[in-house]
């Protein structure tokens, strides 16, 4: 049913459909909305016998998914930047645990300096937790990732994060085509868990596992995400099945096939850099692009038959590592090893800053005539950094970076005074 | 017919099972006990942990007519219950983190509940590191919410596992490998620390006990009594290590007896926030009696005694006492 | 996908809001709102908020963009088509008028003229059915109780942009308020939209 609706209220409705039986709320901008919605579609007794539990924390938030999920209950959480990281060591314990909780990341930038806005640092710091990572490029792809992450999850009992850009789309108003309830039902089944605490057969989760073993257990983990490079694309086969509409898979091309220069991103900003394809396209640029939805696992094979017949590749990343560049593009270049293909990075949108058309395009036309930085920072402001070097310099005591820069800037509150 | 006996005419404060009545007689002295926490797991000789948590899990598992589900904080018992490839639980057993066991119980019970299965009960443990430091937003999340959860924390007073360091449970002047006594300083500071089961109380939860090691049959009631309540129930449990305490392995009992005598430990139960019963001194211990076989208090005595120090934990006592009603 | 793709971006179509306001006059619920009224007429739209923290008085900008083929655009409204200003008082604070071409559509939220709020020389670079002053906050007093101006501001928007129908609007405003709360507010739109027209 096409409905014009808030993504996060999107999501929160395709996460009712797929009838989970715990989920565990802690608010954190940008992704409170969903939470707060399912608060009442669970009052509305719109899922059953859900139980809603509001817990103290992230930490707890995540606990209390692990603990149903062991239990036998197909339990869902949310999360964003800061709650994400507060609840790191429940995060890789779920992992470890091989319990398959579904939670949703509304992407944001981590502090300090302490930023409520959109970028990928939250979830790229969590790349490598043992989590299957999906992103959403529209609020179509979230309510259909979600949908697909149960099923995900719950097949190889590995737990999966759908990650969709704070703000951009969670508070996004556009047109949603939303599943109706035989639909999920036909498409997940009941959660069988590989392993469950039940009083008429008792386990030991959790135990203790020493240097003789494990090394295993870890291997059997990676076994998992190996296993899901070749069920994700099953899964989105299935889905197209029965929902009638491509989504999900490893990577989606976009007019690549052919292109010398090819853009390789996740999230929200693939929408962006598809009319700028367009653009540049109708200009005679021979560019393409190619959306990421599995991180992780990364589709190693797949990313590199997409881009076996490029001159160049451009990855555009919202997250990077300090004194290294970008993050992705350490896992694109693992794809194309032993190809000289250049690889570029542009690190852009951190912190909310927009990533406009414009700066796009002036970014892909340098990359094409191989002349763009690397890294390249899209739309520094260099006056303000070299401003805060020669101070720096110039006084030891040159005080907080953040306060100084607004300052310089004449901003306060992100308004300019 | 068998007359009324007061256990400590059986010579004995903790079995004398044989003289008793068969409906007075301890879960652990039946033949169908549980067995839950089994033998050849790997805690020390002594260890009072051990002790309490096979009279606990055993009485519990009897209350639930063993339907139960167990949560274990990351602690001694998770480890030496737990080493790869034995366990030593025969109840189903999840341990997740160190601090994240009350949540993680939440998380079991909240399951039960949307499956129907309210037959089946939740147990928590940690020990007083995981319960009292790490763990306690999550303790306190779980209280507030009044999750059907029985917490027990076992109490030995400092993070054994990892080498006997202070937690918020140590007492004062206790020596441990951080609040150490060389060059003159006296052990963990006077002033510091929580009271948990008071903390509990607060919360207006339907239960909240504590119990000792040297009283199992008190131990036994208070968990049949908690398992007997739903909601948010908690019991703190004083497991003497003698490890960490520097006692002998032998003395146990007789150290988490001297602590509830002494009134450093008192016993009590409290029903929503309100203190209900206090298990009576029955004769009265200077607080040098419990410190002095304690080698984590040896600093106290020797090379002369802190009067000052002696005189302060005999103040703990006796506001204890005051506090609670102690002695008749 | 070799090739142009059935929504290639050569066209024009596109149409670009950018509604200005303060925390508390529903700009956000206007530009969603205003995606819903197009959504209702089979268009593709999307609105989105400018991500400040929502605190009462503080300025708010919200966009909403319009299409007949899906928007993949995740840019905020650069360059609108037309721009709504809730609050007069924003005038001479923030760049308002920033990337707004003089073809476009202005609104602006007031019972002064534009000589009055220093925008004389400014509107005159305008077609004069591209602009209007709306007495948004007077009608919403005497429909709502309350000066919520984001309504009117809808019903002057469809009036003179001509880009949805007040209909629409109105059903928009009905399905984000349901009852009687709807009902005043839509009676807002129209009222706006009616004035506009007639004058």
Same mark, same amino acid.
């Given at each position: 049913?096409?409905?014009?609706?808030?993504?996060?209220?999107?999501?929160?409705?395709?996460?009712?459909?797929?009838?989970?039986?715990?989920?565990?709320?802690?608010?954190?901008?940008?992704?409170?909305?969903?939470?707060?919605?399912?608060?009442?579609?669970?009052?509305?007794?719109?899922?059953?016998?859900?139980?809603?539990?509001?817990?103290?924390?992230?930490?707890?938030?995540?606990?209390?998914?692990?603990?149903?999920?062991?239990?036998?209950?197909?339990?869902?959480?949310?999360?964003?930047?800061?709650?994400?990281?507060?609840?790191?060591?429940?995060?890789?314990?779920?992992?470890?645990?091989?319990?398959?909780?579904?939670?949703?990341?509304?992407?944001?930038?981590?502090?300090?300096?302490?930023?409520?806005?959109?970028?990928?640092?939250?979830?790229?710091?969590?790349?490598?937790?043992?989590?299957?990572?999906?992103?959403?490029?529209?609020?179509?792809?979230?309510?259909?990732?979600?949908?697909?992450?149960?099923?995900?999850?719950?097949?190889?009992?590995?737990?999966?994060?759908?990650?969709?850009?704070?703000?951009?789309?969670?508070?996004?108003?556009?047109?949603?085509?939303? *599943?109706?309830?035989?639909?999920?039902?036909?498409?997940? *089944?009941?959660?069988?868990?590989?392993?469950?605490?039940?009083?008429?057969?008792?386990?030991?989760?959790?135990?203790?596992?020493?240097?003789?073993?494990?090394?295993?257990?870890?291997?059997?983990?990676?076994?998992?995400?190996?296993?899901?490079?070749?069920?994700?694309?099953?899964?989105?086969?299935?889905?197209?099945?029965?929902?009638?509409?491509?989504?999900?898979?490893?990577?989606?091309?976009?007019?690549?096939?052919?292109?010398?220069?090819?853009?390789?991103?996740?999230?929200?900003?693939?929408?962006?850099?598809?009319?700028?394809?367009?653009?540049?396209?109708?200009?005679?640029?021979?560019?393409?692009?190619?959306?990421?939805?599995?991180?992780? *696992?990364?589709?190693?094979?797949?990313?590199?038959?997409?881009?076996?017949?490029?001159?160049?590749?451009?990855?555009?990343?919202?997250?990077?590592?300090?004194?290294?560049?970008?993050?992705?593009?350490?896992?694109?270049?693992?794809?194309?090893?032993?190809?000289?293909? *250049?690889?570029?990075?542009?690190?852009?949108?951190?912190?909310?800053?927009?990533?406009?058309?414009?700066?796009?395009?002036?970014?892909?036309?340098?990359?094409?005539?191989?002349?763009?930085?690397?890294?390249?920072?899209?739309?520094?402001?260099?006056?303000?950094?070299?401003?805060?070097?020669?101070?720096?310099?110039?006084?030891?005591?040159?005080?907080?970076?953040?306060?100084?820069?607004?300052?310089?800037?004449?901003?306060?509150?992100?308004?300019?005074? | 017919?068998?007359?009324?006996?007061?256990?400590?005419?059986?010579?004995?404060?903790?079995?004398?099972?044989?003289?008793?009545?068969?409906?007075?007689?301890?879960?652990?002295?039946?033949?169908?006990?549980?067995?839950?926490?089994?033998?050849?797991?790997?805690?020390?000789?002594?260890?009072?942990?051990?002790?309490?948590?096979?009279?606990?899990?055993?009485?519990?598992?009897?209350?639930?007519?063993?339907?139960?589900?167990?949560?274990?904080?990351?602690?001694?018992?998770?480890?030496?219950?737990?080493?790869?490839?034995?366990?030593?639980?025969?109840?189903?057993?999840?341990?997740?983190?160190?601090?994240?066991?009350?949540?993680?119980?939440?998380?079991?019970?909240?399951?039960?509940?949307?499956?129907?299965?309210?037959?089946?009960?939740?147990?928590?443990?940690?020990?007083?590191?995981?319960?009292?430091?790490?763990?306690?937003?999550?303790?306190?999340?779980?209280?507030?919410?009044?999750?059907?959860?029985?917490?027990?924390?076992?109490?030995?007073?400092?993070?054994?596992?990892?080498?006997?360091?202070?937690?918020?449970?140590?007492?004062?002047?206790?020596?441990?490998?951080?609040?150490?006594?060389?060059?003159?300083?006296?052990?963990?500071?006077?002033?510091?620390?929580?009271?948990?089961?008071?903390?509990?109380?607060?919360?207006?939860?339907?239960?909240?006990?504590?119990?000792?090691?040297?009283?199992?049959?008190?131990?036994?009631?208070?968990?049949?009594?908690?398992?007997?309540?739903?909601?948010?129930?908690?019991?703190?449990?004083?497991?003497?290590?003698?490890?960490?305490?520097?006692?002998?392995?032998?003395?146990?009992?007789?150290?988490?007896?001297?602590?509830?005598?002494?009134?450093?430990?008192?016993?009590?139960?409290?029903?929503?926030?309100?203190?209900?019963?206090?298990?009576?001194?029955?004769?009265?211990?200077?607080?040098?009696?419990?410190?002095?076989?304690?080698?984590?208090?040896?600093?106290?005595?020797?090379?002369?005694?802190?009067?000052?120090?002696?005189?302060?934990?005999?103040?703990?006592?006796?506001?204890?006492?005051?506090?609670?009603?102690?002695?008749? | 996908?070799?090739?142009?793709?059935?929504?290639?971006?050569?066209?024009?179509?596109?149409?670009?809001?950018?509604?200005?306001?303060?925390?508390?006059?529903?700009?956000?619920?206007?530009?969603?709102?205003?995606?819903?009224?197009?959504?209702?007429?089979?268009?593709?739209?999307?609105?989105?908020?400018?991500?400040?923290?929502?605190?009462?008085?503080?300025?708010?900008?919200?966009?909403?963009?319009?299409?007949?083929?899906?928007?993949?655009?995740?840019?905020?409204?650069?360059?609108?088509?037309?721009?709504?200003?809730?609050?007069?008082?924003?005038?001479?604070?923030?760049?308002?008028?920033?990337?707004?071409?003089?073809?476009?559509?202005?609104?602006?939220?007031?019972?002064?003229?534009?000589?009055?709020?220093?925008?004389?020389?400014?509107?005159?670079?305008?077609?004069?059915?591209?602009?209007?002053?709306?007495?948004?906050?007077?009608?919403?007093?005497?429909?709502?109780?309350?000066?919520?101006?984001?309504?009117?501001?809808?019903?002057?928007?469809?009036?003179?942009?001509?880009?949805?129908?007040?209909?629409?609007?109105?059903?928009?405003?009905?399905?984000?308020?349901?009852?009687?709360?709807?009902?005043?507010?839509?009676?807002?739109?129209?009222?706006?939209?009616?004035?506009?027209?007639?004058?």
């Amino acid at each position: 049913m096409l409905k014009q609706m808030e993504g996060s209220h999107a999501v929160a409705e395709a996460i009712a459909l797929c009838r989970p039986e715990v989920i565990c709320a802690y608010p954190i901008t940008p992704q409170t909305h969903i939470v707060e919605r399912l608060s009442e579609l669970v009052q509305e007794g719109e899922i059953g016998n859900c139980q809603y539990i509001n817990v103290e924390s992230e930490f707890a938030a995540l606990s209390v998914a692990i603990g149903a999920s062991a239990a036998g209950a197909r339990a869902y959480t949310a999360t964003s930047s800061q709650g994400l990281l507060f609840m790191t060591e429940a995060v890789y314990n779920a992992a470890g645990l091989g319990l398959p909780i579904v939670m949703t990341i509304g992407n944001r930038a981590i502090g300090a300096p302490i930023n409520i806005w959109n970028d990928h640092s939250d979830s790229m710091a969590m790349r490598d937790a043992g989590w299957i990572q999906l992103y959403a490029e529209t609020n179509q792809d979230a309510i259909d990732l979600h949908i697909q992450a149960f099923r995900l999850a719950e097949q190889l009992s590995v737990p999966v994060m759908v990650c969709e850009d704070g703000f951009i789309l969670t508070h996004a108003y556009e047109r949603v085509d939303m *599943p109706d309830r035989n639909q999920v039902q036909a498409y997940l *089944p009941p959660f069988e868990p590989v392993q469950i605490l039940d009083p008429e057969d008792p386990v030991t989760i959790g135990a203790m596992v020493g240097p003789e073993a494990f090394a295993e257990v870890r291997y059997l983990s990676h076994h998992k995400h190996l296993q899901a490079v070749e069920v994700i694309p099953e899964l989105a086969a299935e889905f197209a099945k029965i929902f009638g509409r491509d989504s999900g898979g490893l990577i989606q091309p976009y007019r690549s096939e052919d292109a010398e220069t090819v853009v390789v991103a996740l999230g929200s900003v693939v929408g962006t850099i598809r009319d700028v394809v367009d653009e540049l396209r109708e200009d005679g640029v021979s560019i393409g692009a190619v959306k990421v939805i599995s991180f992780r *696992p990364f589709p190693m094979l797949a990313l590199r038959g997409a881009l076996a017949n490029a001159k160049r590749v451009i990855v555009v990343e919202k997250a990077f590592a300090d004194g290294l560049g970008g993050i992705a593009v350490g896992s694109v270049r693992m794809a194309l090893r032993g190809l000289t293909t *250049p690889i570029y990075t542009i690190i852009a949108g951190l912190g909310g800053r927009p990533i406009t058309k414009a700066a796009l395009l002036d970014a892909f036309g340098a990359a094409v005539r191989d002349e763009i930085d690397d890294p390249l920072f899209l739309d520094l402001n260099w006056n303000v950094i070299d401003t805060e070097l020669a101070r720096a310099k110039e006084k030891r005591r040159s005080g907080p970076i953040a306060e100084n820069v607004l300052r310089d800037l004449g901003l306060v509150g992100g308004k300019p005074v | 017919m068998a007359q009324k006996i007061k256990f400590y005419q059986t010579g004995t404060l903790t079995v004398g099972n044989r003289l008793l009545d068969a409906e007075n007689r301890s879960v652990q002295s039946t033949v169908d006990r549980s067995n839950s926490l089994t033998s050849g797991h790997r805690a020390c000789q002594g260890c009072g942990e051990a002790l309490g948590a096979r009279y606990v899990v055993d009485t519990a598992m009897r209350e639930a007519d063993k339907k139960l589900l167990a949560v274990n904080a990351t602690g001694c018992l998770e480890v030496f219950s737990t080493p790869y490839p034995e366990s030593s639980w025969q109840v189903a057993w999840m341990h997740s983190l160190f601090g994240n066991a009350p949540a993680v119980a939440t998380g079991v019970a909240a399951a039960l509940r949307a499956k129907g299965r309210s037959e089946v009960r939740v147990l928590a443990q940690g020990g007083d590191g995981g319960t009292v430091d790490i763990g306690f937003g999550c303790l306190s999340g779980m209280f507030e919410r009044n999750d059907d959860v029985l917490y027990v924390c076992y109490d030995n007073e400092a993070y054994m596992n990892t080498g006997v360091q202070r937690s918020g449970s140590t007492p004062a002047t206790a020596r441990t490998a951080t609040t150490p006594t060389k060059g003159g300083s006296k052990g963990n500071v006077f002033g510091q620390g929580k009271n948990a089961p008071q903390i509990a109380m607060a919360h207006d939860i339907p239960y909240v006990a504590t119990a000792s090691v040297a009283d199992l049959h008190d131990l036994e009631n208070k968990v049949t009594k908690a398992m007997g309540m739903h909601g948010a129930r908690y019991i703190h449990v004083n497991v003497p290590c003698p490890l960490g305490w520097g006692s002998q392995p032998c003395e146990t009992v007789r150290l988490a007896r001297l602590a509830s005598e002494t009134g450093l430990f008192p016993l009590f139960e409290a029903e929503d926030g309100i203190v209900t019963s206090v298990t009576k001194i029955r004769r009265r211990m200077p607080v040098e009696d419990y410190l002095r076989p304690q080698r984590r208090f040896a600093h106290l005595f020797k090379p002369k005694p802190d009067v000052e120090a002696l005189a302060a934990i005999q103040a703990i006592a006796d506001r204890n006492i005051r506090k609670y009603g102690l002695l008749d | 996908m070799i090739g142009r793709p059935a929504h290639s971006r050569s066209g024009a179509d596109i149409f670009q809001v950018r509604i200005h306001g303060r925390g508390g006059q529903g700009v956000v619920t206007a530009a969603e709102i205003l995606s819903v009224a197009a959504f209702l007429e089979g268009d593709h739209a999307q609105a989105f908020p400018s991500f400040g923290s929502e605190r009462m008085g503080a300025p708010v900008i919200a966009f909403c963009r319009l299409d007949d083929k899906e928007i993949r655009l995740r840019e905020p409204v650069m360059s609108p088509d037309a721009l709504i200003v809730q609050d007069p008082t924003l005038l001479h604070q923030v760049d308002l008028f920033s990337g707004l071409d003089t073809r476009g559509y202005l609104l602006i939220n007031t019972t002064r003229r534009y000589r009055d709020l220093g925008l004389g020389d400014y509107v005159t670079k305008f077609p004069p059915h591209h602009i209007c002053t709306v007495a948004a906050s007077e009608w919403a007093v005497e429909f709502i109780g309350k000066p919520l101006p984001n309504a009117a501001m809808l019903g002057a928007f469809a009036a003179i942009t001509r880009r949805v129908k007040l209909d629409s609007v109105q059903e928009a405003i009905r399905q984000k308020f349901p009852g009687e709360l709807g009902d005043k507010n839509a009676a807002a739109a129209g009222k706006a939209y009616n004035t506009i027209r007639t004058n």
